[in-house]
């Protein structure tokens, strides 16, 4: 995830850059580049890789001096990491430089009409079109010509912009990508995050979605987008540098659960046409003809992204009618497995580096198999070697557990599901405004399951003596469970199994006894008869029943001993939301049992070897 520092006063912006940049490191980065004002010019460095190879271009007789300048630390979206499209970007004059976090939706469009009006473009990037922007609308002032810009750029966005025009300012702009002014004495900060100035200043304002702010060393000033004052409160931060990077909470793991309302918007921010009718993924470019001939997937990945997999083969299957497999890489990569021209592979990979996921992707590609990716990393592996790619958009994951990468690892399944039966005509295309409804709603849906956190804290208190427990569901909510019994087991370490509801009396049965808990998923109102009966089952053999299920269900009040309520949600999509109290749970379990959350035993981020 992209970091931004902004700095104005009478230090050495240089060393202001560099450091707030390091405190950036842990989000995640692939470049990174700094401007600084220098003797009547902008002095422009950046590089890929690491900070320390940024830190040896400005070092010794190569020292940028100077004391107002904007740095930029980039995770790879619109184009491969590489000096080019590393930040700061400039215009063809160098009269603007900018360093931007989110996506501008329209560059492409913006991109074309500046080219034909004789711009020139050094990147790949949709963030340098915002440089160009502001010298093609130049007024005269650089407040209103950011106001005029921040018009006609959609999309999310946090910019930070300082021109030749008008030195001794810098501009912030903030739309739903975060940012926040840090102030001094004698000297402001822009940061995308509190731990960039920490080292430096207390005092921030929290710039709210679509406001602006202009900085001088001595003032800053705030404004709503049309140019209107804003009056802002200063907020304290009483954080550890340490517990800054972790937004203030505990943990990664709960900061990333936090985080999903914010990562499913960024999921779906570009895919869902203006009308509301469309799935957009202008991403993929199949052959013609490709999508009528496909006569079965393949979804392939492992561990929590296998379990994605999981929902997403319900989801093709129900809006397209082709079948679908969705299989561990470890088996398939030695299953030789049967594939042809017409077999689409899917491999789900949040880092885009595990080993056996990569085999298959390698594997069917050989076999002549067109191959799609679903990752969040940008300029990772599979995102390189597959024919197509999905971004997640995530952001940055690094708790071991992985949480907000597998709602939008499910939230991407969706849409494709919906783009390849329009892309194929089926009859199910007319559900799909209805299914895009109910996923534009997921965010705030996902923030109100996250209040379910008190309640899940005390449950875990009483879960976590136990050494056994069961997850059961159905259908999707068999899906759910999977990966609520992974979460559980990999960082309680606790043994827990899940099960298809219907499968418990063939065998499984026979473990549950008296105060076992069970976590009953119930979400899936096809199958809820038939789930209840399976609840009564265990209840009957005096199991501890805790229900994760819908508001309003007064039925389940009755036949569990405790219910977990979530908001009412297409069932068809209740996944995104159910899974929310399992992630808590797991969270605050481990944390009862005293374990290390974010770096569970035996377990790695990123699983490279086999
Ligand atoms: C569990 C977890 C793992 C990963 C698995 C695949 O919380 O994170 O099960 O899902 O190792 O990793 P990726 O998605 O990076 O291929």
């Known amino acids: ?76 979206t619109h184009g491969r990491p590489s000096d080019e499209n ?8 160098g009269n603007f430089t900018i360093v931007h976090n989110g996506i501008i939706e329209n560059y492409m469009q913006l991109r074309e009409e500046l080219t034909a009006k004789g711009h020139t473009f050094l990147s790949e990037t949709d963030s340098e079109v915002v440089a160009h922007l502001l010298d093609d609308m130049w007024t005269g002032n650089f407040f209103d010509t950011v106001i005029a810009v921040s018009q006609r750029i959609h999309g999310a966005y946090a910019l930070g912009i300082m021109t030749k ?122 052959p013609a003809g490709f999508a009528e001939k496909i006569d079965r997937v393949h979804i392939v990945a492992c561990g929590t992204s296998w379990h994605a997999g999981m929902v997403g083969k319900q989801a093709i299957e129900r809006l397209t009618r082709i079948p679908v497999d969705c299989e561990v890489a470890s088996e398939y990569r030695y299953r030789d497995p049967i594939v042809t021209e017409n077999t689409l592979i899917i491999v789900i990979t949040q880092s885009g580096e595990t080993a056996d996921t990569m085999a298959a992707l390698r594997e069917a590609k050989l076999q002549g198999s067109r191959v799609l990716a679903i990752t969040n990393v940008v300029g990772s592996s599979a995102a390189r070697e597959a024919d197509d790619v999905i971004f997640t958009w995530a952001g940055p994951e690094i708790s ?125 109102e096809s199958l809820y008869e038939k789930t209840l009966s399976n609840i009564k089952e265990v209840k009957a053999r005096d199991a501890f029943v805790l229900a994760v299920a819908f508001e309003g269900d007064e039925e389940i009040q009755k036949s569990v001993d405790q219910v977990i309520t979530i908001p009412r949600v297409d069932p068809f999509l209740a996944p995104v939301i159910a899974v929310i109290p399992l992630q808590l749970l797991s969270y605050y379990a481990s944390v009862v049992r005293g374990n290390d959350v974010d770096n569970p035993r035996n377990l790695a981020k990123s699983v490279t070897v086999e």
Not at 37 to 63: Q, Y
Not at 86 to 93: F, I, L, R, S
Request: glycine share 10%; charged share 20%; proline share 3%.
């Open 400 to 524: 071991v557990a992985s949480t907000k990468a597998y709602t939008t690892q499910l939230v991407s399944l969706y849409l494709f599901a919906g783009w390849l039966a329009q892309e194929r005509k089926t009859p199910f295309v007319s559900e799909i405004p209805s299914i895009l409804s109910g996923l534009q709603q997921l965010p705030e849906l996902a923030a109100m399951a996250l209040q379910t956190e008190s309640e899940i804290e005390s449950f875990a208190k009483n879960l976590a003596d136990k050494e056994n427990a069961f997850f059961i569901g159905r259908g999707l909510d068999y899906a759910v469970s999977l990966e609520g019994s992974l979460k559980l087991k990999e960082i309680s370490y606790m043994h827990v199994e899940a099960y298809a509801a219907g499968e418990l009396k063939h065998g499984t049965l026979a473990l549950i006894v008296e105060d076992i808990p069970v976590i009953a998923v119930v979400t899936q």
């Open 165 to 286: 025009h008008e030195p001794g300012k810098l501009i912030a702009v903030r739309k739903q990508s975060p940012l926040i002014i840090g102030l001094g004495e004698g000297e402001n900060f822009i940061a995308s995050d509190i731990p960039a100035i920490l080292e430096y200043t207390r005092n921030v304002y929290i710039l709210d979605d679509g406001e602006i702010a202009v900085l001088t060393a001595d003032r800053v000033e705030t404004f709503d987008l049309v140019g209107n004052p804003t009056t802002k409160e200063v907020y304290e931060v009483t954080w550890s540098a340490s517990a800054a990077e972790k937004g203030g909470y505990e943990h990664f793991m709960l900061k990333e659960i936090h985080e999903q309302p914010r990562a499913i918007r960024d999921t779906l921010t570009g895919r869902i046409s203006e009308d509301g009718q469309n799935v957009v993924f202008d991403e993929i470019n199949w």
């Open 1 to 76: 995830m992209c970091g931004i520092v902004g700095y104005i006063g009478s230090k050495q912006a240089q060393d202001v850059l560099l450091h707030g940049l390091s405190k950036l490191e842990y989000r995640g980065y692939d470049s990174a580049g700094i401007a600084i004002f220098e003797n009547g010019g902008v002095s422009l460095k950046k590089s890929v890789g690491r900070l320390a190879n940024l830190a040896e271009l400005v070092d010794g007789p190569d020292r940028i001096t100077g004391s107002q300048g904007i740095g930029h630390t980039r995770w790879a």
């Open 86 to 93: 590393a930040h700061p970007h400039q215009d063809g004059t």
